[in-house]
């Protein structure tokens, strides 16, 4: 287990991978589509939100709690519920895989900036993100405006440094492999 920069947010690493594919729940209705560790975690009363990645678990606390009231539990808890090997993620739906297949697809098919802008969050971006236990998606780029947005995801979402991050890091970096092209980043849940 790691702390993240985000006070309400802890990660949670495993040694097996637990999923091919990011996904986060904001709710039990949400996770019981899908991931029945995800709906067990969400059973603990201080749970707020799951994101789930390739060798982790982000866990997101009510702020009723602190995390050392709570942290040896949801270790334990997910601990065991590996080491037991029970079902991680089920199968999506077809109409779900299909949605999310053609977005990858879409995303993979861009080309020009925004293609050039996945690129960079893929190879320069997402792994600090998820070394903090969060997760960065590109969403739309505005030619017009020079603006693009982005999902923050797991610990980076709603975290207070999320901004900085942001502005600082991400913006700048941007600005500076693509000069005139970017303006401005923005996270459209952030």
Do not use: H
Not at 108 to 135: C, F, H, M, R, W
Request: proline share 5%.
């Amino acid at each position: 287990a790691e702390v993240t920069p985000n006070p309400a947010v802890m990660k949670f690493g495993s040694n097996k991978v637990l999923t091919q594919q990011d996904v986060e729940y904001k709710n039990i209705d949400e996770a019981s589509k899908s991931s029945p560790i995800a709906e067990a975690l969400f059973n603990l009363p201080f749970v707020k939100e799951v994101f789930i990645s390739d060798n982790y678990i982000s866990v997101t606390k009510y702020d009723m709690v602190e995390w050392n009231e709570v942290f040896s539990e949801i270790r334990t808890f997910i601990r065991e519920y590996l080491v037991s090997d029970k079902l991680i993620i089920k199968e999506l739906p077809k109409s779900t895989k299909e949605v999310e297949k053609n977005e990858q697809q879409t995303i993979q098919e861009l080309t020009g900036i925004p293609g050039e802008i996945v690129s960079i969050l893929d190879e320069y971006i997402k792994p600090a993100v998820a070394g903090d236990g969060g997760n960065i998606a590109f969403r739309s780029y505005d030619e017009q405006n020079k603006v693009v947005s982005v999902i923050l995801q797991g610990a980076c979402s709603g975290c207070p440094s999320s901004t900085a991050t942001l502005k600082n890091g991400i913006e700048t970096l941007l600005k500076e492999m693509l000069p005139n092209k970017v303006n401005e980043v923005v996270a459209l849940n952030g």
